[in-house]
């Protein structure tokens, strides 16, 4: 497999390697107060219910200061520009895993028993991802702007659908709320990240392909190449879908448990089986070098559409055994 080099890296355009003057360096700190005046009151009282909302919302802050931040470092390419923005979401991170926990004491079970749960813990999950992929490869500070915008509209959703903390239902008190739940978030967190890859792909081929808006513009030239872009939407994939793979077989043991059938083509169970399907043709195109390319980063960008309809669109407008309380079964 070819490596990613430092001119796909970095892109075409140069970056300045210098330090944030000291008076940037102050910017994350006016955020981390912000977080603070946020929770000061809950973490006096003690609510756990109130303080994991806050912490959320805390997190959100974060995240849309670092998406600015990465937006601009890829606009200006000034090393301090990164630098702020991942002095932003490392730390918008840790609130959030300290939303996730306060979440799980507020419950008095494992946090994944509806949407706003699951949203949370998957805009986590992509979070952390892109964390780790920019320590790996510079390149995917690139996407980082876009990533977070993809996370922040997560959670704006997972807001939408907020649930106060309940009991579980009968249907959901089974340890397999964990192994299959947790199994396809971390998947989708993972997937995230090659959507967004795939859709930078999709940009940069069309800039050079036709007539638009981007041509004359330093929008695509600043993008890593094609091939890069491709290389890393594959490797996103690769990792993601055999934790979906087996959290979909998981659910079928869970369904067993529960309803006494392993399958029963209950529309959500349809839908993992679609989305599963669409990256399995995704890696088989992948390996036929005439399909590599825009068919395949089109293919990527279907299945991320197929698990945005999996876990959000079956579960609120599809009646199905997976209906219930808004769940993330």
Do not use: C
């Amino acid at each position: 497999m070819a490596r990613v080099t430092v001119a796909d890296q970095v892109g075409t355009a140069p970056v300045a390697q210098r330090r944030a003057p000291a008076l940037w360096r102050l910017i994350p700190l006016g955020f981390y107060l912000l977080a603070f005046t946020l929770i000061r009151g809950d973490l006096a009282a003690g609510r756990a219910a109130d303080l994991s909302l806050h912490l959320y919302f805390a997190a959100m802050v974060m995240y849309v200061g670092g998406m600015f931040f990465y937006f601009a470092y890829f606009a200006y390419r000034h090393e301090g520009l990164r630098w702020l923005g991942i002095a932003l979401v490392g730390p918008g991170a840790l609130v959030h895993l300290g939303a996730i926990v306060a979440r799980g004491f507020a419950d008095g079970h494992y946090p994944l028993a509806n949407m706003y749960e699951y949203s949370s813990m998957l805009s986590l999950v992509a979070v952390t991802v892109f964390l780790l992929m920019t320590v790996r490869w510079p390149v995917a500070s690139l996407g980082g702007g876009l990533a977070l915008f993809v996370v922040v509209a997560l959670m704006g959703i997972g807001y939408g659908l907020y649930q106060s903390p309940e009991p579980l239902v009968p249907a959901l008190q089974s340890y397999w709320l964990k192994i299959h739940v947790s199994s396809m978030m971390a998947s989708s967190g993972i997937l995230v990240s090659s959507f967004v890859f795939a859709a930078l792909y999709l940009l940069k081929a069309r800039s050079g392909s036709v007539k638009s808006w981007l041509n004359g513009s330093a929008i695509a030239a600043r993008l890593p190449s094609l091939e890069t872009l491709d290389r890393l939407t594959f490797r996103a994939i690769l990792l993601g879908f055999p934790i979906w793979t087996f959290g979909t077989m998981a659910g079928a043991i869970w369904g067993e448990h529960a309803w006494g059938r392993w399958w029963g083509w209950d529309p959500k169970e349809t839908w993992a089986a679609i989305t599963w399907i669409i990256y399995a043709i995704y890696l088989h195109s992948h390996s036929l070098r005439a399909w590599r390319g825009r068919r395949t980063a089109l293919i990527a960008t279907a299945g991320f559409i197929s698990i945005l309809i999996t876990l959000y669109a079956v579960n609120l407008w599809i009646v199905g055994l997976h209906s219930y309380a808004k769940g993330a079964g």
